[in-house]
C-alpha cells in the first residue's frame, strides 16, 4: 500500500522533535502486537530515540525469546510507571488496534495522555482518535505497516536484524505462516528484504511454533478428540472448562492456533473456540471465504476484528455461552457461510 506521503513527512517531523517516544500496543499481545511495537523500538532506538514499549499486560512464552522482549514495561506491573511513561511521552504509538479500549486497563491513561497519539493498524474502522493515523486493513499484518512506515521515513537499510526477526515474527504469525490475507506480493517483498537482513527464518519459525509443552500437545490433541463439536451450516467449535485447563497446567498460551484447526475439515467454513474464564468466556472466531467473523463478533460478544479471525468476550455462564452459540448458528441464513466452496 502507498502510505500517504505528506502523514509520513509530518510524523517524521513530529519523531524528529520528540524527546520521549512510547509504543504500545492491544491487551493479551500477539505476535504481530509484540513483533510491531519490538520492530518500531529497535529502529527507533537505532535513530538514538529515547523510547519505551508499554504493554497492557504479559505475552506468551513463544514469544520471550524476541529481542528487546525483556526490555518491555507492562502496565500489569505497575500503573504508576505506566501512567507516567504516558504522560511525560510526545508521541506515543499505537500499534494493531484501532480503538482505545482494546488496551483495557490502560485505556483511561492511554485517552488522558496529552502525547500525539500515532495510530498504525491493520483492524477495520478505527476511532478518529489518533493525531496521525496509518490505519490500512488490507495490509497482512501490523508489522508489515511498520516495515513500510520505516521504508517511507528512513529509506531501505533502516531496519536491523533484530527489528527484522521482530517483524518477521508478526507477519508469520498474522498470516498462518504465510497462508492467509497475504495475496499481495508486498507482502513476500517486505518478507524477503526482512529475511535479507540476515535473519534465520527455520529457527525463528521454530521458537514460534515447535515449541510446545507435553501438556499443551496433549491438550490439543484431548480438544480434536474429545471436545470438537460440528455444527450445521458449516460450522465446527471447541469449548475448553476450567476444569479442563487445569487438567492440562494451562499455560497463557496454550490456546493460540486452535480454533484454526476445525477449518482444516472438508465443509467447514466456520470455527469458535470458547475458552472458560473466571469472569468471562474467552471466544476466538475464524472463517474461510466472505463469512465475515467480525460482524459476528460485534453482534453477540462485544468484540471485533478482521472478516476472517475475530475475538471477544461472552459475560453468559460457560453452558448458557454454547447453548447460545449453537442457537445463533441453527438460525443463520448467511448465504456467504452456506454458499461457502472450497474451490479456487
Ligand atoms: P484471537 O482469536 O486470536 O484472540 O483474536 C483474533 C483477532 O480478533 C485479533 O486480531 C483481534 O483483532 C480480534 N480480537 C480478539 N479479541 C478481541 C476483543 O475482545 N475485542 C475486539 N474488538 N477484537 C478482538
Ligand atoms: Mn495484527
Redesign the pocket.
Known sequence: MMLNPQTVSQLRAAIERANRIVITA?H?P?GDALGSTLGLWHTLRNRAKDCTVLLPNGFPNFLAWMPGADSVVRYTHGADVAQRLLNEADIVFCLDFN?FA?TEMMATALEQTPALKVLVDH?PLPDSTFGIAFSYPEASSTCELVYELLFALYGAGCVGQDAALCLYTGIMTDTGSFCHACNSARTFQIAGELVATGIRVDKLHSLVFSNFSINRMRMMGHCLLNKLVMLPHKTAYIALSMAEQEQFSYQVGDT?GL?NYPLSIKGVAFSA?FVERPDFV?V??RSRGEFPVNEF?AKHY?????MN?????SYRSFAETLEHFEQQVKELDDLRLLNFKNTY
Open positions: 492491544h493479551n500477539d480503538t482494546r483492524h493460540e480454533v473456540l474467552k476466538s472466531l463478533s462485544n468484540g471485533g476484528g478482521h479471525a475475530a475475538g471477544g468476550k
